[in-house]
């Protein structure tokens, strides 16, 4: 079965980076793509990026460029959102989810979710 | 803000009827597809294309799309299908980038 198993939760500072793990099973990991979502306390949810796990293309959300960076390791079917200069609106919980591997398309599963809390 | 609008809040009463829209330019080009959350819960795809559920998705979910507008629809509302419900699609600027819009908390009375 299709399963995405992500980090754990993590405390940040302002102004520090942090970088959450998205390990993939049950499919091949290099057919499809990976999406990252994310949710602040009450709020909906916003599309921060796209990468291709097949040829590792990307696409950030505009208000993210600069400071996102997505990843994969196909040699461990896993996934990585790397976030810098924290602030406090990006506490949020974090998920990844499974996309298309050419463009962002439609997420058929989904991780649990890694809270970040940014905080002085 | 955000390029896809979806009412805030929906209130159905159980074993009836009720429709979600979502309205945005993009949506004259792309299909949306419909995520239904319960609290502390992630995200559930409902429905994807022009009309397709997930294997295990009830029946009762369909979806359907008319210019810029997308809609779910749940025929005999559950007390279980109670939770909040995010369209997506990709956004107009034709980048390919992703887009939700801003969910719509639906009550089941």
């Known amino acids: 079965q299709v399963q995405l198993v992500q980090s754990g939760a993590e405390v940040k500072k302002p102004g520090a980076s942090v970088k959450v793990s998205c390990k993939a099973s049950?499919?091949?990991?290099?057919?499809?793509?990976i999406s990252w979502v994310r949710q602040a306390p009450g709020q909906g949810l916003e599309w921060m990026g796209w990468i291709s796990a097949y040829n590792g293309n990307t696409n950030y959300a505009q208000k993210l460029q600069g400071r996102v960076t997505m990843t994969t390791d196909t040699s461990t079917s896993t996934a990585y959102m790397e976030l810098r200069s924290l602030r406090s609106d990006d506490t949020a919980v974090y998920y990844c989810a499974r996309d298309g591997y050419a463009v962002t398309d439609l997420f058929d599963y989904w991780g649990q979710g890694t809270l970040v809390t940014v905080s002085s | 803000s955000s390029e896809l609008t979806q009412d805030p809040a929906v209130s159905v009463a159980l074993g009836q009827t009720v429709r979600i829209t979502c309205q945005g330019d993009?949506?004259?080009?792309?299909?949306a597809s419909w995520y239904q959350q319960k609290p502390g819960q992630a995200p559930v795809l409902v429905i994807y294309g022009k009309n397709n559920r997930p294997s295990g998705i009830p029946d009762r979910f369909s979806g359907s799309s008319s210019g810029n507008t997308a809609s779910l629809t749940i025929t005999g509302a559950q007390a279980e299908d109670e939770a909040d419900y995010y369209c997506?699609?990709?956004?107009?600027?034709?980048?390919?980038?992703?887009?939700f819009g801003g969910g719509t908390k639906l009550t089941v009375l």
């Open positions: 993009s949506l004259r080009s792309y299909y």
């Open positions: 049950g499919y091949t990991f290099t057919s499809y793509g």
């Open positions: 997506n699609s990709r956004d107009s600027s034709g980048n390919h980038r992703g887009v």
